[in-house]
């Protein structure tokens, strides 16, 4: 391990507001509670972070492959509305019963709004997860901090058949901040104007800190696509520059985007990428071959750090199996554990320096093994504390290296069960570097799913009502005609949090939903820290 140079902390703001919150409140104070460690003072933050959602990717692959929106000026009957090509009855909605079943044939009810028979469910993909009465709830639950996500996928909008919006990855991600201002100030409206919202969009780590504790929900832009900048590569060509990559970071930049992925799901100019596995796996390798011009290159590996298994595909479905030229098959991989021959190239390294000099948060994700032990030679070689792993879909040997610089690790939303052994199992690994508080990466309308119910939850469930972490008296949630329970529904959509937090409490007591409540103050500790180097440099 390469030394590192002392971090510092910053853990500026005013005293938290006191006091208990009711459901009805408009905006409801920060809750006080004990501190979790010593690295915590009465000055930190209280609250949730949720580092990795989606909340307008109804917007990217062409527009219509997401069903149903964040909100519509005319109301929710308008934004919660199925597909076109759902009707009559989902037979046709050939990726959603794909990506739900594993097979593309399936029936279920489209209609949205107000009865929601079919969905949201925890494991519907293409159906709208976070409508903003929903991600509300979750606020006045205790979510503080939202990393939004502004999401695109060249080739998957190339793929799907249906489309109003082209496939262009940053005009999406220009479409998309636009939404997420939009909804800003419908909230805004709502509440009395300018600036009176609960939902901030939030440019440094210091006006975070304000709107937190402001009792109010602090989102932080982030861009999580795999063609930055248009940085493709093609059979070995790369068609991107250092002058593309700085005119991108400065117009994201611009844009209020303050966290970033350098690639995601396919190779490209700047990284390679750590697989998908099983028949997911397979289609996404038919994106890889279709947008650089080459399936997945791999080797097995000899160090402990891996990539995901390049396993076997079951029975592709025919609109995908058609894609691929004629004659032309899945390769057959080495054995596994299998490794990313493709590292981080010359101009990924650019990217992530340029990165660091605006004070971005680096998402270290999706980046392969070889990509990411570069990375975090080049993080630790600068000592520059902002970088995440922000949905456990990085090798957890690089935790340790993480969390050495300063860095954040928030948890993919699995099932309270599985979410709960792996916060013990990494304990003793925050304890170590005193990282204050854990977060998750929900993932919401990221096409994974959210957390299932809890197996064998008989005998001990989440009782009705319950107080979540910030004091607030919650009942099952109702929407419409539609009464969600996360005994039976899991995290339906994204007003179930607060419950799903409450189901991992039963399991494993206070200390957990401690350490959760100080995710917020983690996270603004490290992008203070990353944007103080930044201004060092």
């Known amino acids: 391990m390469k030394s590192l140079r002392s971090l510092v902390r910053i853990t500026s703001g005013l005293v938290l507001l006191a006091g208990s919150l009711i459901a009805q409140s408009p905006v409801p104070a920060v809750a006080t509670s004990a501190t979790t460690s010593a690295t915590t003072s009465a000055a930190d933050v209280r609250g949730l972070v949720d580092a990795h959602s989606h909340l307008f990717s109804y917007e990217a692959f062409g527009g219509m492959l997401m069903c149903g929106k964040p909100f519509d000026p005319d109301g929710i009957a308008k934004a919660l509305r199925d597909c076109p090509d759902h009707l009559p009855n989902g037979e046709l909605a050939w990726f959603e019963n794909f990506t739900r079943t594993g097979s593309p044939t399936g029936t279920h009810d489209p209609v949205g709004w107000p009865t929601f028979r079919d969905w949201p469910a925890h494991d519907s993909l293409t159906h709208q997860q976070a409508y903003y009465t929903w991600v509300e709830r979750a606020w006045r639950g205790g979510l503080r901090v939202m ?5 695109a996928n060249r080739q998957l909008c ?23 201002r939009e909804l800003q100030a419908h909230i805004d409206a709502e509440h009395g104007g300018p600036g009176r919202g609960w939902f901030r969009i939030v440019r ?4 975070a800190r304000q709107v937190v504790q402001a009792g109010k929900l602090a989102v932080v832009l982030g861009v999580e696509t795999s063609e930055p900048f248009g940085c ?3 059979l070995g060509i790369s068609a991107c520059t250092r002058a593309q990559i ?73 609109q995908i199996a058609r894609l691929l030229p004629p004659g032309v098959s899945l390769p057959i991989y080495p054995a596994a554990p299998h490794c990313n021959t493709r590292g981080l190239t010359s101009l990924g390294q650019y990217m992530i320096e340029g990165m ?31 970088v995440i792993s922000s949905h456990s879909w990085t090798d957890p040997h690089y935790m340790n290296r993480i969390y050495a610089l300063g860095g954040m690790v928030t948890q993919y939303g699995h099932d309270a069960e599985h979410f709960v052994d792996e916060w013990r199992r990494t304990e003793p690994l925050r304890q170590a570097h005193q990282v204050p508080g854990y977060g998750y990466g929900l993932d919401a309308n990221g096409m994974g799913r959210l957390p299932a119910p809890r197996a064998g939850n008989g005998s001990n469930p989440v009782t009705y009502p319950f107080t979540s972490l ?27 949090v607060p419950d799903w937090i409450e189901d991992m409490r039963i399991i494993a007591g206070p200390e957990i939903v401690q350490d959760l409540a100080a995710g917020a103050e983690s996270y603004l500790r490290t992008w203070a820290s990353a944007t103080q180097h930044a201004s060092l440099r």
């Open 246 to 318: 700085d005119r991108g970071l400065d117009e994201m930049y611009e844009l209020g985007v303050r966290s970033m992925f350098a690639c995601h799901k396919y190779d490209n100019a700047l990284c390679g990428v750590r697989f998908d596995s099983g028949t997911q796996g397979a289609i996404v390798n038919i994106g890889n071959l279709l947008g650089t011009g080459r399936f997945w290159q791999a080797r097995t590996c000899t160090t402990a750090e891996h990539d995901n298994t390049i396993e076997p595909a079951g029975v592709l479905p025919g």
């Open 470 to 496: 910030d004091g607030v008296t919650l009942d099952r949630q109702r929407t419409g005609e539609r009464v969600w329970d996360v005994n039976q529904d899991g995290v339906a959509n994204y007003g179930l």
């Open 204 to 207: 440094d780590p210091a006006e």
């Open 147 to 151: 990393v939004n996500h502004l999401v």
């Open 356 to 386: 660091m000099r605006r004070g971005m948060m680096i998402e270290i994700d999706h980046m392969s093994v070889k990509a990411a032990d570069s990375a975090l030679d080049l993080l630790e070689a600068a000592g520059y504390p902002g």
């Open 158 to 180: 190339a793929i799907y058949p249906l489309r109003r919006h082209g496939c262009d990855e940053m005009d999406s991600i220009r479409l998309q901040a636009q939404r997420a």
């Open 232 to 234: 493709r590569q093609v």
